[in-house]
Structure formats: structure tokens, C-alpha cells
């Protein structure tokens, strides 16, 4: 066996070489050489967080992805909430490891291996390739299909294409001042939700928006929608002007209404400014309790009328998670659920799995079918971090 001292470059340069479609048959062929690993192979997380689909490390290539598994209560689910690493025994003498592979807290899948020997140390070289794994999907998946299709688990109409691609690629973000993660279930008749969200230097952006319509027409317009909103972000827009461009968008392509709300977080102070224009207020949780912001509400997007959109401040306080809704969280049978509780019931766990109890308590309520797109955004906030007082160095003597 070589020696166990992980070669991150190395690593990272034999990816670069291979096809971008073999990333798990590289970092595969690391660990069976290094320690002598069988039965390699990464398990993707679906679109929808409900399943994994799993792509076997064989000899030449990794195989084509096999029939999905449940995640919910599984071994995988356990170690994706936990983001711990899971040892156990294979049953023939080796021990089967599952390691978590995540990216900025975008939990992407999980890395499945058989060793025959796996003291610490080696437990930990599997931890820095699956976390190296994450960084190479993340770059090869700009250039294949293969990771996409891996993450589809039921057929995608038209609609649903175009809402997808509208999303960020992940639904997870993590920095020293925040933790963000959102979720959409899409309706049987896609409802045209969007969330997006970039961070600057000083800026987090944020926004949820809500097309009117169902199926590729509001699609399209959501996609006008977040093009207009985008383009205007990226030209260093405050979220006024950015609500004003996507608002002259709609009126100018006369494609129909949408709701929406934008934010921009001040990341030094946790100041917000915001627009809300139509859209469900935000639900907050500070000190153990959950309310509506109150919030002044502006007239949707693409409403021709002389009243402007209304720039709003909010103070974001460290503890404080905010919680972004879309009407279909709150319509019809989704009106049932008590969206306040199970934030306040959720409130222990990361925004990942808080998300996931707030959209299946949806689903549940709806019986599994949804006139709507129901999608929520969570977003905790920490604060700038303190940086350590300098100490004065003792003096030599």
C-alpha cells in the first residue's frame, strides 16, 4: 500500500485529466490503490431530497445510475442530517464506510466504500475524498448531463425543465455569517416558483418569486422574471431598482403578473433591505417565538398602475431565523398545516431538515398532490463573527 497521506493535488489534477463524467472512477481508483477499497460508488441526492440514486465505480468507467432508493429513515438519511461519517461491518470481515459529500453545506450525496483495515486515520483520508469528491462534481457537472440525470428519479415535463434550470445549482449555502437552504415541490401543473441567491463580498441577495399561471406559461414568465431580476442584480442594483426592472419586464413583454420578494442583507450588520411586492409576508423565529414580519405590501409585478414599489429595512438579529414562503404553502389544503408550529417544532434542526419538515408537512396536507408549487426559504443568521482580541506576545528572556 502507498503511503495514506492524502495527495489532494494529485487527486484533483487526475480528475482534471479524466472525462468529466468519471470523477467517481477517479477518486475510486485513489482509494483502491492507496487502501486497497472495494466496492466504490457515490450515491446522488434526487431534485426532490426524497431518494438516492446510486453510480457504481467499476474498472474502466462508473456505471450507469441503478434504481433509486428511499432515502427517508435509511442509513444515508442518517448520515446526510448528521454529516457524520458511518462505520460498520460488511459482514464478510471488512467495514463498510458512508461518508457524507457536501459542498458549502449543499449536501450533494453521500460516498459508499468497503475497506478491509480502516483505523483513523484511513477513516479520515475518506473523509477528505469524499470531500474533495464534492468539489470535482461540483466543476464536472458544468460540462455533463450525467450528474443531472443522476439526480432524476421521475420524468420532467417541459414546465418543470425550465423551473429547474431557473433555480441556483444549490439549494444550500453556508458562510460564517448565515445558513441558507430552500426547497421546491412542484405542483402536478407547475405554478411558476423561483427562489434564487448570490452572495457578494458584503451583500447576501436574496429572492422568491411567484409567476402567475400553470404548466410553460408561467414558466416563461418566470423566466422572464428572474432574467430581469439577475440581469439587474449583476449590474450592482440595490432591490428596489432590481424590482423596478423586473416590474418594467413584465409591463414591456405584457407576459402577465408575478409576486415576489427581494432582499438584500447587509452582511457587517444584518440590516435587510427589502421589497416585498404582492407576496406572502416572512415568518420569523427570535427567542423561541414565531411571528409575520409586518411588512408594508406593494402591488405585484407587472401591475400597471402609478404607485411605485416601497424599499423597506429590516434588522436581522444573531439567533434569528427568517422563513420566506410562497402561497402554496399556505393555500387551499396547505392551509391545514400550522406553518408557525413546525417552525417552532423544527427550530433545533439545520434549515436543510427544517425545510424538509416544513414542505412534507405541506405534502402530507395535501395528500400528495398540489393544486400549487409550494417552496420555502429559510435563512439563519449568525452575524459577522468576533475576531479573537490580539494578544500581546511574552517577551523572551
Not at 487527486?11 to 472512477?25: D, I, K, Q, R, Y
Not at 434550470?165 to 439549494?171: E, G
Not at 406593494?298 to 401591475?303: I, N, Q, R, T, Y
Amino acid at each position: 500500500m502507498e503511503s495514506k497521506d492524502l495527495e489532494l493535488g494529485e487527486l484533483l489534477a487526475a480528475a482534471e485529466a479524466a472525462p468529466p463524467g468519471e470523477s467517481v472512477e477517479v477518486v475510486a481508483h485513489d482509494l483502491k490503490k492507496r487502501f486497497g477499497a472495494e466496492c466504490v460508488s457515490f450515491l446522488f441526492v434526487d431534485l426532490i431530497g426524497e431518494r438516492l440514486v446510486r453510480l457504481i465505480a467499476a474498472d474502466g468507467a462508473a456505471e450507469e445510475p441503478g434504481e433509486p432508493i428511499e432515502l427517508q429513515g435509511s442509513v444515508y438519511d442518517r448520515v446526510l442530517q448528521s454529516q457524520r461519517q458511518h462505520v460498520e461491518a460488511d459482514g464478510q470481515g471488512g467495514r463498510r464506510v458512508i461518508t457524507p459529500v457536501t459542498n458549502r453545506g449543499d449536501r450533494i450525496g453521500v460516498l459508499e466504500v468497503t475497506l478491509q483495515a480502516a483505523d483513523d486515520t484511513v477513516l479520515r483520508q475518506v473523509r477528505d475524498a469524499a470531500h474533495a469528491l464534492a468539489y470535482i462534481i461540483v466543476t464536472d457537472r458544468r460540462f455533463t448531463d450525467l450528474y443531472h440525470l443522476g439526480r432524476r428519479t421521475t420524468r420532467t415535463s417541459l414546465a418543470a425543465e425550465i423551473q429547474h434550470q431557473l433555480l441556483p445549482s444549490a439549494p444550500c449555502c453556508e458562510a460564517a455569517e448565515f445558513t441558507l437552504a430552500a426547497g421546491l415541490i412542484p405542483a402536478d401543473d407547475i405554478g411558476g416558483d423561483t427562489y434564487d441567491y448570490t452572495l457578494d463580498r458584503d451583500t447576501l441577495h436574496l429572492s422568491i418569486t411567484d409567476a402567475m399561471g400553470h404548466d410553460t406559461d408561467s414558466a416563461l414568465l418566470a423566466t422572464l422574471l428572474v432574467g430581469a431580476l439577475r440581469q439587474a442584480r449583476r449590474s450592482g442594483c440595490d432591490a428596489l431598482k432590481q424590482a423596478h426592472r423586473a416590474h418594467q419586464a413584465l409591463l414591456e413583454h405584457s407576459r402577465g403578473l408575478a409576486t415576489g420578494q427581494l432582499f438584500c442583507v447587509d452582511l457587517d450588520t444584518g440590516l435587510c433591505e427589502l421589497v416585498n411586492a404582492g407576496h406572502p409576508r416572512p415568518l420569523r423565529l427570535r427567542e423561541g417565538a414565531v411571528e409575520e414580519v409586518e411588512l408594508a405590501v406593494s402591488l405585484p409585478f407587472g401591475v400597471a398602475a402609478p404607485s411605485a414599489h416601497r424599499l423597506q429595512k429590516l434588522q436581522l438579529l444573531p439567533g434569528d431565523r427568517l422563513v420566506l414562503l410562497t402561497d402554496g404553502m399556505q393555500e387551499r389544503g396547505a392551509a391545514a398545516v400550522d406553518l408557525p408550529a413546525v417552525i417552532h417544532d423544527t427550530r433545533a434542526l439545520h434549515p436543510r431538515e427544517a425545510v424538509r419538515g416544513l414542505t412534507a408537512a405541506v405534502l402530507d396536507a395535501c395528500h400528495g398532490n398540489l393544486n400549487d408549487d409550494a417552496t420555502v426559504l429559510i435563512l439563519d443568521w449568525r452575524g459577522k463573527p468576533r475576531r479573537a482580541a490580539r494578544t500581546r506576545p511574552t517577551p523572551r528572556r
